[in-house]
Nanobody, 125 residues
Framework: QVQLVESGGGSVQAGGSLRLSCAAS????????MGWFRQAPGKEREGVAA????????YYDGSVKGRFTISRDNAKNTVYLEMDSLDPEDTAIYYC??????????????????WGQGTQVTVSS
């Protein structure tokens, strides 16, 4: 069993920055990949970024590439999402996810089986 807890969400003006954290506990040695997903009201959950826990390779959705950075601190069992140049379109609940499977560059939510509770990010004009 893996437990994930997100933190760092909040409200920010357009153009500002936020840093989200996802702390993993439980059977963390089983985790191969972790990712960040987001869901806005009335929309489907979409992948934002993913990271290979083993080698640190990262993957991004085109809508956030160049603005968001995913990273991990394996000693702390924590993954981060640094979000810069935020836009109101980034407003959503952001979820951390993990999987024991080798999923390569997957931003498909169905490849992930462990999920955090979500943290709200609101970007105002």
């Amino acid at each position: 069993q893996v437990q994930l807890v997100e933190s760092g969400g909040g409200s920010v003006q357009a153009g500002g920055s936020l840093r989200l954290s996802c702390a993993a506990s439980g059977d963390t040695n089983s985790i191969e990949y972790m990712g960040w997903f987001r869901q806005a009201p009335g929309k489907e959950r979409e992948g934002v970024a993913a990271i290979d826990i083993g080698d640190g390779k990262t993957y991004y959705d085109g809508s956030v590439k160049g603005r968001f950075t995913i990273s991990r601190d394996n000693a702390k069992n924590t993954v981060y999402l640094e979000m810069d140049s935020l836009d109101p379109e980034d407003t959503a609940i952001y979820y951390c996810a993990a999987t024991p499977r080798w999923v390569d560059s997957s931003l498909d939510q169905y490849d992930y089986n462990h999920w955090g509770q979500g943290t709200q990010v609101t970007v105002s004009s």
